[in-house]
C-alpha cells in the first residue's frame, strides 16, 4: 500500500524553543488516520509543513505522490484544508465564499456544495463575518469537501466546537469518504472522537513522533497490568513499560502500564517470580497519556 | 479566477472607494471656482490667465497627494483579508504565489482606474465651466492618465511592502533608510574633511528619484488641466 502522505526525517525549527526533528510519518492511502498530541506538540506546524506552508530546514515530504513544496498548486488542487482557526474571508457571504473557493478548483461540485448548504443549515447570504464559531466550522468542512480531494486534512476541526455542530461535521465527512475512499489526516488533542472512526493514529510530542500504527493495534496493545512481586529490572521484557506504579508500598504490587502486550507474555514474569493478577484494557485517551508520560524525558517510569 | 479575485477586492474596497471618486471628481472643480470670464484685449486675458494658474497652483499639491492615498489605500486593502487570516487561506489554494500575487495586484489596480475616472469626469467638468483665453487649451485626458499613473505607482509600491508580514515590512523599510542616512552621514563626512570633493547625496537622492528619468516623476511633473 502506497502512502499518501511521507514524511522522512523532517526537521523545522519554530522560535528559539520549538523544533520538530527527524519526523517519520506514513499515512497509508484511503485510511482515516488521527493525529494526536497535547497542544503545542507540533500538530499545527507539523500540518503546515504537509501543505506548504512552512518549508521544512530539513527531509523529505511528499502527498499524494508530489513533492512538497515544488508540486503545491497540483497538490493542493486534490487536497480539502479545515484549517485550527477560521480562515476565511470576513465580508463575503456563504455563496460568495462558495464562488470564490469554487474558481481555485477544477472538480468542484457546485450542485452538492449548495446541497450541503442547505444540510447544514448554513444559508447562502449569510455574512461569514457575522457568522458563529459552529457555522464557520461547518462552512470550512463543506468547503474541504465539496472540492472532491483525494487527500482531507483536518487541523482540529471540531475544536471549540458544541456536540449538535461536532457530530454534523464529522458526519460530513465520514460521509465523503465512505464514498470516495478518500485519505483523512485529522489532528486532534479530543482524544476519545478518533477513537470511533480512525483506522490509524500517530502520536507526536514536543515535536517527535511517539508512535504510528494501525488503531487496532494501538487499542489492544496498551494494557494495565497488576502485577505481584513485580522483578526490579524489565530489561529483558518482551513488551515496552510505558509506566509503573506502586499500589501500596507496604505489599510488593504494582500497577503497569505496557505497550505490546500480548497473553502469552504472562510467562515472563513467571520466569521472574512475578504473578499478573490482573489485565486492563485502556481506552485511547488513558493509552495517550500513559504514552505522553512515557516518552518525555522527566518520566522515571515511577509515577506516583 | 482573476473575477473572483476581482470581486473580492470590489466588495472589500467599494465602500472606501467613494470618498476618493467624490474628492478626484471635486478637486478640478474646487480648483477652477471663483473664475469668471475672460475680459476683452491681452492685457485681460493675461490677468485671466494669470488667476487660473494661481489657482490651480493653489490646488495642484493635493492632485499627486490624493493619488498617493488612493494607490496606499487600494494596496492595503488588496492584502487586509489576507493579513487578517495570516495569510493560511490564501497559501492553502491551489494557486503558485507568483501568480496569486500578481492576480491580486492586477483586480487592485483595475479599482484604481475608477478614481481617476472620477477625476477625468471631474477635470472634463472643470474644463468646460471655465472661460479660457484663446491661446490657451485644457488637458483633462492627460491630467487624469497622470493621476491614474501616479496612483498605479503608489499602488505598486506600497502592494509590495505590505504582501509580507508587518515584521518583514518593518525590516525592509528600516534596512532601506538606515542605508539611505548612513550613506548620507559618510557622503556629508567625506565632503568635510576630503578636499575638492563636494556631494550632497539628499539632494541628488531626491533629484534622481523625482526628476526625469527618476521612478517617481510622475508626481512632480506637469499636472496641470489648462496649458499653452
Known amino acids: 500500500m502506497s502512502n499518501a502522505i511521507e514524511l522522512n526525517k523532517v526537521t523545522y525549527t519554530a522560535g528559539k524553543s520549538f523544533q520538530i526533528s527527524d519526523l517519520n510519518l506514513h499515512v497509508p492511502e484511503g485510511a482515516i488516520y488521527g493525529f494526536l498530541g497535547a497542544n503545542g506538540s507540533g500538530k499545527t506546524t507539523t500540518i503546515r509543513l504537509i501543505m506548504g506552508m512552512l518549508r521544512a530546514e530539513g527531509g523529505h515530504i511528499s502527498v499524494l505522490g508530489e513533492n512538497v513544496p515544488n508540486d503545491m498548486p497540483s497538490i493542493l488542487g486534490r487536497t480539502g484544508y479545515v484549517p485550527e482557526h477560521p480562515h476565511l474571508y470576513p465580508g463575503l457571504t456563504v455563496g460568495e465564499t462558495l464562488r470564490y473557493h469554487a474558481s481555485f478548483y477544477k472538480d468542484w461540485d457546485a450542485e452538492w456544495s449548495y446541497e450541503l448548504v442547505e444540510a447544514l443549515h448554513l444559508g447562502a447570504r449569510r455574512k461569514v463575518g457575522q457568522m458563529s464559531k459552529g457555522e464557520k466550522g461547518k462552512l470550512l468542512i463543506l468547503l474541504a469537501i465539496a472540492q472532491r480531494p483525494e487527500l482531507l486534512i483536518l487541523d482540529e476541526p471540531t475544536d471549540g466546537l458544541d456536540p449538535v455542530v461536532r457530530r454534523d461535521v464529522l458526519t460530513a465527512v465520514l460521509d465523503y469518504v465512505s464514498h470516495t475512499k478518500a485519505t483523512v489526516f485529522i489532528s486532534s488533542h479530543l482524544v476519545h472522537e478518533l477513537e470511533r472512526f480512525c483506522d490509524w493514529v500517530g502520536v507526536v510530542d514536543d515535536g517527535t513522533l511517539v508512535i504510528e500504527l494501525p488503531m487496532e493495534d494501538f487499542k489492544s496493545g496498551i494494557k494495565r497490568l497488576k502485577v505481584q512481586n513485580p522483578p526490579a529490572e524489565t530489561d529483558d521484557a ?59 524525558p522527566s518520566s522515571n517510569g515511577y509515577g506516583e | 479566477m482573476f473575477q473572483q479575485i476581482l470581486f473580492t477586492q470590489w466588495k472589500s474596497f467599494r465602500l472606501g472607494l467613494i470618498p476618493f471618486v467624490v474628492v478626484a471628481f471635486g478637486l478640478p472643480l474646487l480648483a477652477v471656482q471663483g473664475l469668471g470670464p475672460v475680459p476683452e484685449g491681452y492685457e485681460g486675458a493675461r490677468v485671466a490667465l494669470q488667476a487660473l494658474f494661481d489657482s490651480w497652483q493653489f490646488w495642484l499639491p493635493w492632485f499627486p497627494a ?19 487570516t495570516d495569510h493560511i487561506y490564501a497559501l492553502s489554494l491551489p494557486i503558485s504565489r507568483p501568480r496569486y500575487a500578481a492576480w491580486k495586484m492586477g483586480a487592485g489596480a483595475l479599482l484604481v482606474v475608477v478614481p481617476a475616472l472620477g477625476l477625468w469626469l471631474g477635470a472634463l467638468a472643470a474644463a468646460a465651466s471655465i472661460d479660457i483665453p484663446a491661446s490657451v487649451n485644457t488637458y483633462p485626458t492627460a491630467l487624469a492618465v497622470r493621476f491614474f499613473l501616479a496612483s498605479l505607482l503608489a499602488y505598486s509600491v506600497f502592494f509590495a511592502l505590505a504582501a509580507g508580514t508587518i515584521r518583514t515590512t518593518v525590516i525592509v523599510l528600516s534596512s532601506f533608510v538606515g542605508m539611505l542616512v548612513l550613506t548620507g552621514i559618510m557622503t556629508d563626512y567625506a565632503s568635510a574633511v576630503v578636499p575638492g570633493f563636494a556631494f550632497n547625496f539628499s539632494a541628488w537622492l531626491v533629484e534622481s528619484l523625482i526628476e526625469w528619468p527618476g521612478p517617481f516623476e510622475v508626481f512632480s511633473g506637469n499636472w496641470s488641466l489648462i496649458d499653452v
Open chain 1, 238 to 296: 518482551p513488551f515496552v513499560v510505558l509506566n509503573r506504579t506502586f499500589i501500596d508500598r507496604r505489599i510488593p504490587m504494582e500497577t503497569w502500564v505496557v505497550r505490546g502486550w500480548r497473553d502469552p507474555m504472562t510467562q515472563y514474569f513467571e520466569r521472574a517470580g512475578a504473578t499478573v493478577c490482573d489485565v486492563m484494557d485502556l481506552d485511547l485517551e488513558e493509552g495517550f497519556v500513559e504514552l505522553l508520560r512515557s516518552s518525555r
Open chain 2, 66 to 84: 490624493l493619488a498617493v492615498t488612493v494607490g496606499a489605500t487600494a494596496a492595503l486593502n488588496a492584502w487586509s483579508w489576507d493579513h487578517k
